[in-house]
């Protein structure tokens, strides 16, 4: 008995020293998340809503897309590294809509 608890504790002390082991500067960067809000015009609808999540959403790095038709903007969290809110504003004006640049 004695020596298959030492063989188990050995196990379960050799697997936290590995996890111990993983160097620091291995860990995963975490992406650099910035939030837009642009302001639309066009949208009347629910579906205007949905079309510009479903176009924006094809863009690599977009983490979330939310839009109101009631107040015309839409809201887009995105990874800075890999795309743009100029990429993001094309694909709102190819999805048919007009982007209004404020002031």
């Keep these: ?38 302001h639309v015009d066009g949208m009347t609808c629910d579906g205007c809503e949905n079309a510009i999540k479903a176009g924006v959403e094809t863009l690599d790095g977009i983490a979330s897309v939310e839009s109101s038709h009631e107040e015309g903007w839409t809201k887009v969290k995105y990874d800075k590294a890999v795309t743009s809110e100029e990429d993001i504003e094309g694909k709102i004006t190819d999805t048919g809509y007009t982007v209004k640049k404020e002031l």
């Design 1 to 38: 008995m004695i020596l298959i608890a030492a063989v188990l504790l050995a196990g379960c002390n050799s697997t936290s020293k590995k996890a111990d082991e993983v160097p620091a500067n291995s860990e995963a960067v975490a992406a650099e998340l910035v939030e837009v809000v642009i």
